[in-house]
């Protein structure tokens, strides 16, 4: 898995394609996940976005299903 923080969020694109978005100041615990929550779409498109980067800027995972997970998400 892979993950991404911001002041508030925190976004994880899990291996298997699943997300994750996470926020921190109402929920510091993490048990509500807002991924499929249509109102949180900007947010998580931001974070993917930025993840998204620094993955292809890094070069990690060195994987086969990187590039197959990273164009499931129009990453």
Known sequence: HFSVCSAR???????NG????YDH???PHEWTNL???PEHAG???RLRA???T????TGIPEHPRRSS????HDL
């Open 9 to 15: 969020h925190r976004y994880t694109l899990c291996a």
């Open 54 to 57: 620094i993955l292809r800027d």
């Open 69 to 72: 997970l990273l164009q499931a």
């Open 35 to 37: 991924a499929r929550i």
């Open 18 to 21: 699943e997300e994750e978005l």
């Open 43 to 45: 947010t998580k498109k």
């Open 50 to 52: 930025e993840l998204t």
């Open 25 to 27: 100041g109402a929920d």
